[in-house]
């Protein structure tokens, strides 16, 4: 079983008795530290301790203290628990907390969020924008003391539901009532969109000074998206260009925030399942995995034996139908419109009628409960599954590698095309295939075993040139690695029960704080999740791979091809879904 | 050789260009339809699979099975002379289960009490709200709320049901379940057995 996530190996106290103190808060775990002393801190972390990877990075909002906290996780790539620690501030405007991205750089976007969503602001940060939201929003959605148009209560269920509900549409009940802010001396008539300068501007410290350019050319500032085809849904790069080379970009995101989080902390816990699944949509099976690991921990409950199983089984079949989509699109991507991708899309049909019969539906799967799982695999699913992994799903790996793999154009394409070292890989906190792609075997199935991953003999699929070849090879043997543990968990299943708990439509969760990772085909999927005893979590955090791993495309761009960036923005294989939330 | 790779990957999609005519011709030989029959269709979604994989929506459609789940529906037991006996007591669960909130109950209160009646008055479920995520089927403990396989419900109004519209009666749900209903119906008549016996058992330890 995996190792609780409470073990503390390192004993900050010791080595900083002054500024320093471990977090005693019943349920809570990790050390708080002085705000006057956090990035001290931080960098003995990070260099003594040898915590590299810092994966989450969020605020909690506790209203009723009248504080404001930072709840930082840090991570070793060579595998084990992780380090959490918090600094804590008066709610008073404006609250102000010294930056670390010096010290991580994959702060970046999750400080940016957490100033968005929170209104923390984070002293020294280079890029103090907002993220999800627009500039010029008036408040922070996340505050606990903040409400949306067509607010109705602080938590569901709702009262109006039930027992004398009638029914109303949302948008008859006035929506601008308290809950709507403006900014002060607002005028709706006069308004004018905002303009962009802060963007534009956050993209001149790239801009190279034309001193060795052999011939002086203007810069040309290039918006691609929202609506771009090749940009996997609704994201927004805007880059500038020296000729054919990048030399800035910044990725704009938010057309899709709809704020998970918020959702659900209105929520209660089993509501949340389902609007796990739609945020990385591709994957819903392992976002319901992620999830419920969480809030297990949390409810200290076991796990049934062959619920663990189930979910593996169906945790892997997502990952095999993930990344040959992501193979198919890649060739989208460069050029090689629809076959590669229709190839890879039957197989992926073949896999979603598997969840399909399992769950009752192909991609919002809502199929894991705290505890288990909600049905058996029926036996002609199962029949299904023993199909595809035994017999169809290897062959088809082996037949798309003799169509692609030695293809003249998509070498000349891939190959030697630089991605991310492993230097920077894990300074801007990459997860997931690219991290691994760069020589750095950080997988946290073998890294910190969640489930019954420890079980399995398999590899973790690590490729050293850290070019795009490698990043689009990595994927298959990512593929062939799931197959073998496929094999391996559908030979050892074993009969009985598939969940541990009676089936109830509240759970109770006794206070505290956990957060649960999972390796999801894109990367660690992290949940941060704190409890007051309520029905609903006091706060839901969601910490997705594509978000994070975007905030390496920034540097990895900059000099390379505006040609290549398309394909070059495929490798972190980005759903926004999960990237927006 | 410079191409070789290419010739390698055009050979794979030329096999499977003529695999969908190999396959018809194989069809045709044994005299079986591969094209709008369940067979032809179970046989394009198997790991056989091989050439075309499309099915012609809306000619052809997918099997469901039988977990497939679309907006729920209410489910009634057919009475003598075709009343209708729900079976929602409207406990009110799958209205705080649901997670967009979008199931409205108007339970029954006994005009001359004023003591509620286990049964709706009317039922509304916003199936423009609906998610399908299936919890109120799941956590019902009266069997009274399912989820359909229709999934036609495309309308240029917006699709508020009430409880009129809800209701479907226990075969067609047996129709698309069968077997989720023949398990439930067991369950409930061995609950009411132990019932029975019970209340049996009551004025027999009396005496």
Redesign the interface.
């Known amino acids: 079983m995996a190792a609780p996530a409470s073990t503390q190996t390192v004993d900050l106290v010791a080595r900083f008795p002054d500024s320093v103190s471990a977090d005693a808060r019943p349920g809570y775990t990790g050390f708080i530290v002085k705000k006057e002393n956090l990035l001290e801190v931080a960098t003995a972390i990070r260099d003594e301790f040898g915590y590299d990877l810092l994966t989450a990075v969020t605020g909690v909002d506790y209203i009723a203290e009248n504080k404001m906290e930072v709840v930082y996780h840090a991570y070793k790539t060579t595998g084990g628990a992780g380090l959490t620690f918090k600094v804590q501030v008066d709610r008073v405007d404006p609250v102000e907390v010294p930056s670390v991205v010096g010290i991580w750089a994959g702060a970046d976007f999750q400080e940016r969020e957490a100033w968005d969503l929170l209104g923390i602001k984070f002293t020294g940060h280079p890029d103090l924008r907002r993220i999800l939201m627009w500039e010029g929003y008036e408040g922070h959605p996340l505050r606990k003391d903040w409400k949306e148009p067509f607010f109705?209560e602080e938590a569901?269920?709702?009262k109006?539901?039930?027992?004398?509900?009638?029914?109303t549409?949302a948008e008859n009940k006035n929506p601008f009532r308290d809950n709507l802010k403006f900014p002060e001396g607002f005028d709706p008539e006069a308004y004018q969109p905002e303009n962009e300068d802060d963007l534009y501007a956050s993209l001149e410290r790239f801009r190279s000074k034309g001193e060795n350019d052999r011939l002086k050319t203007d810069h040309i500032v290039v918006n691609m998206g929202p609506h771009h085809p090749s940009t996997h849904g609704v994201l927004r790069v805007a880059v500038t260009l020296d000729g054919e080379t990048i030399t800035g970009l910044k990725p704009v995101m938010g057309y899709l925030h709809r704020n998970h989080d918020k959702i659900g902390e209105r929520?209660?816990y089993?509501?949340?399942?389902?609007?796990t699944d739609r945020l990385d949509y591709f994957n819903s099976m392992s976002n319901n995995f992620g999830y419920v690991t969480t809030i297990e921990k949390l409810m200290k409950i076991p796990v049934a034996e062959r619920a663990e199983y189930i979910r593996v089984i169906m945790a892997e079949l997502s990952r095999i139908q993930n990344h040959l989509i992501f193979i198919g699109m890649l060739m989208n991507d460069l050029g090689t419109m629809y076959?590669p991708s229709l190839?890879a899309f039957?197989e992926r049909?073949?896999v979603l009628?598997i969840f399909?019969?399992?769950?009752?539906?192909r991609m919002?799967c809502?199929y894991f409960r705290f505890g288990g799982v909600?049905?058996d695999i029926?036996d002609f699913?199962m029949q299904?599954i023993k199909?595809?992994v035994f017999?169809?799903l290897p062959a088809k790996t082996d037949?798309m590698e003799?169509?692609?793999?030695?293809?003249?154009?998509?070498?000349a394409r891939l190959k030697g095309i630089h991605v991310l070292n492993a230097e920077d890989a894990i300074k801007y906190s990459v997860t997931g295939p690219v991290l691994r792609a760069a020589g750095v075997p950080y997988d946290l199935r073998r890294a910190e075993p969640y489930s019954v991953y420890d079980r399995f003999d398999f590899d973790v699929a690590v490729r050293h040139n850290a070019d795009m070849m490698d990043n689009y090879l990595i994927r298959f043997d990512e593929i062939r690695q799931s197959l073998r543990i496929l094999e391996q968990a559908i030979k050892q299943i074993p009969e009985g029960p598939i969940n541990s708990q009676k089936?109830a439509?509240?759970v109770r969760v006794p206070a505290g704080e956990a957060y649960g990772r999972i390796e999801s085909p894109k990367g660690e999927l992290g949940f941060y999740v704190v409890s007051n005893g309520k029905p609903n979590p006091y706060r839901y955090h969601v910490r997705p791979a594509s978000f994070v791993n975007l905030q390496a495309v920034e540097s990895m761009c900059i000099g390379a091809k505006i040609a290549d960036f398309v394909a070059l923005l495929a490798m972190f294989d980005i759903v926004m879904g999960e990237l927006d939330r | 050789m410079?191409?070789?790779?290419?010739l390698?990957?055009l050979s794979?999609?030329w096999k499977?260009f003529w695999d969908t005519y190999t396959e018809d011709i194989s069809w045709m030989v044994r005299g079986k339809k591969r094209y709008n029959t369940q067979e032809g269709i179970a046989h394009r979604?198997?790991?056989d699979?091989k050439g075309i994989?499309t099915v012609q929506y809306p000619e052809e459609q997918l099997i469901?099975?039988?977990?497939?789940?679309y907006v729920p529906f209410l489910v009634y037991d057919e009475g003598e002379e075709g009343k209708k006996e729900i079976r929602c007591t409207?406990c009110?669960?799958c209205?705080?289960?649901?997670?967009p909130?979008c199931?409205?109950?108007?339970?029954t209160n006994d005009p001359s009490t004023g003591r509620?009646v286990p049964v709706p008055t009317n039922f509304?479920i916003?199936m423009d709200i609906c998610?399908?995520?299936?919890?109120c089927a799941?956590?019902c403990p009266f069997d009274a709320i399912k989820?359909d396989h229709d999934f036609d419900i495309a309308s240029y109004e917006?699709n508020?049901y009430n409880l009129e519209k809800l209701l479907k009666p226990a075969s067609y749900y047996n129709s698309i379940r069968p077997e989720n209903a023949a398990r439930e119906d067991e369950a409930r008549r061995a609950k009411e057995a132990l019932k029975a016996a019970k209340a049996e058992a009551k004025p027999a330890a009396a005496a």
């Not at chain 1, 399909?356 to 539906?361: D, F, I, K, T, Y």
């Not at chain 1, 793999?405 to 070498?411: S, Y």
């Not at chain 2, 209205?95 to 997670?99: D, Q, R, T």
Request: net charge neutral; proline share 8%.
């Open positions: 109705e569901k269920p709702f109006s539901r039930w027992p004398d509900g009638q029914h549409f929520n209660t089993l509501q949340i399942i389902p609007y076959t190839y039957e049909e073949l009628d399909e019969a399992v769950s009752g539906a919002m809502n909600v049905r029926p699913a299904k199909d595809l017999d169809r037949e003799r169509f692609l793999n030695e293809n003249e154009v998509l070498v089936p439509y509240q | 410079y191409g070789k790779g290419i390698k990957g794979v999609t499977r979604s198997s790991k699979t994989f469901q099975p039988e977990e497939f789940r409207s009110g669960i209205a705080k289960v649901c997670p909130q199931i409205w109950i108007v339970r509620p509304y916003d998610m399908n995520c299936g919890f799941e956590y989820m917006r508020v």
